[in-house]
């Protein structure tokens, strides 16, 4: 069980990239310590060539609901509707869990074939990707200063990374499956061990900037925001790149959706 001294915080991110770079965003989350409860959620779609549109609200619904090899959500608030067909299984892996507190790291949807319904009637198709962080740590706690994230996907390949930066350097790699240590990764490349590949990223087009409590946290209330205390510097940038990843045998060309958060930018 969580310590109630400490503020929870469980956030589904979900997305969906059509062929043509069409991009959709979405997450739901609730924020809890003791017996306040506050939920949101948010969404941004970014069509080809066009400019990000979000939509945030604190009626935020049920979660996104994972079943036998799929995932389905139906946000009203935001008129979002979304269902994910897995083609990969899920991998469930706790990143925290010590004297500081817990993150629990729930990959439901390594990929999918995604199909989103946005407010206006729009049906966007493509490939995407679901997951459930949990974390029950305070935000002075956390065991990185800087955080990567990242998912590509193509038709053949579905790779996700995390990698925290800091006094104690940690990363996490999946590979169609495949749990990996020891690959090298920056904001442009991913280098994966035993021969498995490089991913080369490219004309990234970002798809947000700027402090995390007014990107990723801005549903939150100021309540909410008083009790993640300690992240008031946060600083996340979000891109969609065109990827590819080449081995020995083959290359492979999707979209890559990826991330950098600074907890103390300079």
């Known amino acids: 069980m969580p310590d109630q001294a400490r503020p929870s915080l469980t956030k589904w991110y979900c997305d969906c990239v059509s ?9 739901w989350a609730v924020l809890s310590w003791g017996s306040l409860t506050l939920p949101y959620a948010s969404s941004l779609f970014r069509p080809a060539g066009g400019r990000p549109r979000e939509h945030r609200t604190t009626r935020a619904g049920a979660p996104p609901a994972p079943q036998e ?33 817990s993150i629990a790291w729930r990959c439901h949807v390594p990929a999918a074939d995604a199909h989103v319904r946005l407010p206006d009637g729009t049906a966007l198709d493509g490939l995407g990707y679901a997951e459930e962080l949990t974390l029950a740590v305070a935000p002075s706690r956390l065991p990185f200063d800087e955080l990567h994230w990242g998912r590509f996907l193509s038709e053949r390949d579905a790779l996700t990374w995390i990698l925290w930066r800091g ?3 940690r990363q996490w790699v999946l590979h169609n499956g495949v749990a990996l240590s020891g690959a090298a990764i920056d904001e442009g490349r991913v280098r994966l061990p035993g021969g498995r590949g490089v991913l080369e990223l490219r004309d990234a087009v970002t798809l947000r ?19 993640l205390r300690g992240i008031e510097r946060a600083h996340e940038t979000k891109w969609l790149s065109a990827g590819t990843l080449t081995d020995a045998t083959h290359t492979s ?12 930018p300079g």
Do not use: K, M, Q
């Not at 900037?209 to 009790?227: E, K, M, N, V, Y």
């Not at 060309?253 to 103390?264: K, P, T």
């Open 167 to 169: 006094e104690t350097p």
């Open 69 to 101: 090899g799929t995932l389905e959500w139906d946000c009203r608030a935001l008129g979002i509707r979304g269902r994910w067909i897995a083609s990969r299984p899920p991998h469930h892996r706790t990143l925290l869990d010590d004297v500081n507190g």
């Open 209 to 227: 900037d700027g402090p995390l409590a007014s990107t990723a946290l801005r549903a939150i209330p100021a309540t909410g925001l008083r009790l």
């Open 253 to 264: 060309s999707g979209w890559a959706i990826h991330e950098v958060v600074r907890l103390w």
């Open 19 to 27: 062929a043509t770079g069409d991009v959709f965003l979405g997450y």
